[in-house]
């Protein structure tokens, strides 16, 4: 393989369009100084997606992307905490942390990140893995004089870097999009397949300057042959998940009216999106049922949080936690409370950034309840028996009820994605457990179903398309 190397010292090189296919750039210091300039002449975004490759060994803080505008150093900002697993995205001055990512060092990871103005979602795909969605900025563009800078954070616009912010390693295969990319587009990137340059920066006809200590490098591609086969393997088995990508009509609905209209809507495909940190945001799911003599809930969900968070409360005037699914910041545990008693389920493989089904059940007649994580039942443990759950219901997602209908807490509120809820008034069998978790077919819940759902939202949550195929958020 023969190596070219290119080193640019000069202060602001001429600007003219390279393709770098097969490049990268090098940052073999820690300075304050040495970066790289991405040139567009674009100063107007509704939406943006960002895609690169990079390898490091950093531990610290470090940027991975800065956008800046003269009314945002932050307008757009892709940037690795010093936490394990934790990389921040900004949009307009707003950050969201997103927790749990397996940034490994010394390793190549593909990074994207999309925002959406309509929406005022963002999230990130570490490795063609989705995040959770959170809420950035909405309502407004970034708009302005753009200063994208690779190697450096922007503290102020074009300027103002800390050594202990910089980048040091390699970086590779920038792009950059006003639109946000599909799941499929993504995970085509990701794999490394043919995928839409992008139309803001686009690597294969980059403008670029470097100040500094930058190097332009060959990548370094190794066992070209393997690659390739696997690279032509991947692309027959893209090929058919991108057409039906591609057939499938995304919709969205932001639902931020306090108290909206409960009309029964199937809900089959589409899961509730809980984008920040709030005591207000949640969903109520009516039901005029007031007696259970015996409880099953099953949903989906996907998250990040490493805190104490909600998965569904049921209270009623005699008791706030009448029927709680609740996951403590201890590791591995699940709790559940039924007519306000609480048990702890321990070792359970309760992932962040994973799609997981979780059942629960209880019988009055025996007091008896029980757990079942992705198809993996519990032991049982006893609650209480020979009395109902009796009273008028209130059901409540993303929220936990330290009192009936409310005292929620900012601390208990679920960030994520929720979706296929589900509750019977009869233990379900562990072969019904087992459909549902292996996503077959199942009989719906007879008190709550997700296919014929009365609810209301109050405050900033999200009725999305549950994305499939491309395998997008590991469903």
Request: charged letters at 20%; hydrophobic letters at 40%.
């Amino acid at each position: 393989m023969s190596f070219t190397l290119l080193l640019l010292l000069l202060s602001g090189c001429a600007a003219v369009p390279q393709d770098l296919s097969g490049k990268l750039f090098s940052f073999p210091q820690e300075t304050n100084k040495a970066r790289v300039r991405l040139i567009t002449n674009r100063s107007d975004f509704q939406a943006v997606s960002v895609c690169l490759r990079s390898f490091t060994d950093l531990s610290r803080a470090h940027s991975l992307f800065s956008l800046s505008t003269p009314s945002a150093a932050n307008s757009f900002l892709i940037f690795k905490n010093a936490a394990p697993g934790e990389i921040e995205l900004a949009a307009k001055n707003i950050p969201a942390k997103f927790y749990g990512q397996d940034y490994k060092l010394n390793t190549w990871h593909s990074l994207c990140a999309t925002w959406d103005s309509k929406t005022g979602l963002g999230q990130l795909w570490l490795d063609g893995r989705g995040s959770s969605r959170k809420f950035l900025r909405f309502g407004s563009n970034l708009r302005g004089a753009t200063s994208i800078i690779l190697g450096q954070e922007q503290d102020a616009h074009g300027g103002r870097f800390d050594t202990k912010q910089s980048f040091v390693g390699m970086m590779s295969e920038v792009h950059m999009w006003d639109h946000v990319l599909s799941p499929c587009e993504i995970q085509r990137y990701a794999d490394d397949l043919n995928f839409t340059p992008g139309n803001v920066l686009n690597w294969r006809a980059l403008e670029f300057s470097i100040v500094g200590r930058v190097l332009v490098e060959t990548k370094q591609e190794g066992c070209g042959r393997l690659n390739g086969h696997r690279k032509r393997n991947k692309e027959t088995q893209h090929s058919d998940i991108q057409t039906k990508y591609k057939k499938m009509r995304l919709t969205l609905l932001l639902l931020l009216l306090s108290g909206c209209a409960a009309v029964p809507q199937d809900l089959s495909g589409k899961m509730f999106s809980f984008p920040q940190e709030t005591n207000t945001a949640h969903v109520t799911l009516n039901t005029n049922r007031a007696d259970f003599q015996a409880v099953s809930v099953c949903h989906r969900s996907f998250t990040d949080l490493t805190r104490d968070h909600n998965l569904f409360s049921l209270s009623t005037p005699s008791g706030a936690n009448n029927f709680l699914i609740f996951k403590p910041a201890a590791a591995a545990v699940v709790n559940m409370y039924v007519t306000n008693l609480p048990a702890s389920f321990a070792g359970q493989d309760y992932k962040l950034n994973t799609w997981h089904s979780i059942c629960a059940t209880w019988d009055s007649k025996t007091g008896l309840g029980q757990l079942w994580l992705d198809g993996r039942p519990s032991s049982m443990k006893f609650f209480s028996s020979g009395s109902n759950i009796k009273g008028a219901t209130s059901i409540i997602l993303g929220q936990e009820q330290d009192s009936h209908g409310g005292g929620f807490d900012i601390k208990q509120s679920f960030v994520g994605m929720m979706s296929e809820v589900h509750m019977w008034d009869y233990v379900l069998s562990p072969c019904e457990i087992q459909r549902y978790a292996d996503d077959l077919n199942f009989t719906p819940g007879n008190v709550l179903n997700w296919r014929a759902l009365e609810f209301s939202i109050v405050g900033r949550v999200l009725v999305k398309t549950k994305e499939e195929g491309c395998h997008s958020l590991n469903l």
